[in-house]
């Protein structure tokens, strides 16, 4: 007849081999030294996603009507008045107007290729940090295989040192603390490579606006040419 002496036993037993909840802080530094690599690429890649993103916002921001504020002052012959205006404005697409500005009375192709220099200097400009986002996204996850590899590496060191009396939690736990690198590397990987994609995503929203301006000026000064 089952008892409440074997129900708490059973109870006990259960209780003893229940498994104790992960705690992240605590898998993350069996990883060893491998994870405060991870951990550093993980800071560089955040950085650099705040950073820009706060230059590609700023550099987004544009009056929609700049253009058109533009051509008046040029009909009107107001150039001063047109480079204040870029000045003010300070946006890559405004800097290039600002050249092209600077560059009228020159024929159309030389101003057009100095647009052009600066569209190139200023999209350099975005594009800061971005090489190094993507290198951590597929480095991280071979840094992470790295971890993984050194920590097989070790547990069967320590199983072959053990002889005769190798234990299974011996090699079980060398590979969990070799897996963890893998998570950890792959995690960082992941999230660096969307944060890459989003960037450059933006970045190639601001360089169509730097277009679609230069064009409009080009197009505006053949207009006063021909006139």
């Known amino acids: 007849m089952f008892s409440m002496t074997n129900f708490l036993s059973v109870t006990n037993t259960l209780a003893e081999t229940a498994v104790a909840p992960m705690n992240l802080v605590e898998i993350a530094t069996k990883g060893g030294w491998i994870m ?47 480079l204040n205006l870029c000045k003010m404005t300070d946006t ?77 939690t011996l090699l079980s736990a060398g590979i969990y603390q070799a897996m963890i690198t893998t998570v950890g590397g792959l995690i960082v990987g992941i999230i660096a490579m969307f944060t890459y994609n989003y960037l450059v995503a933006r970045v190639d929203g601001v360089v169509n606006k730097m277009e679609a301006k230069s064009m409009a000026f080009i197009d505006l000064l053949n207009d006063s040419i021909n006139k």
């Open 36 to 82: 405060l690599l991870l951990l550093l690429l993980s800071l560089i890649v955040l950085y650099i996603f705040i950073e820009r993103s706060f230059v590609l916002r700023q550099a987004g921001k544009e009056d929609p009507l700049f253009m058109e504020k533009i051509e008046d002052y040029i009909r009107m012959e107001q150039i001063e008045s047109a």
């Open 92 to 168: 890559p697409s405004s800097r290039m107007v600002e050249k092209g500005i600077k560059r009228m009375g020159h024929p159309v192709n030389e101003v057009q290729r100095a647009i052009e220099n600066v569209g190139n200097l200023e999209i350099s400009k975005l594009e800061m940090g971005l090489p190094v986002m993507a290198t951590i996204s597929s480095g991280a996850p071979m840094i992470g295989f790295l971890g993984t590899v050194i920590g097989m590496v070790r547990a069967f060191w320590e199983m072959s040192n053990a002889g005769s009396n190798v234990d299974i």
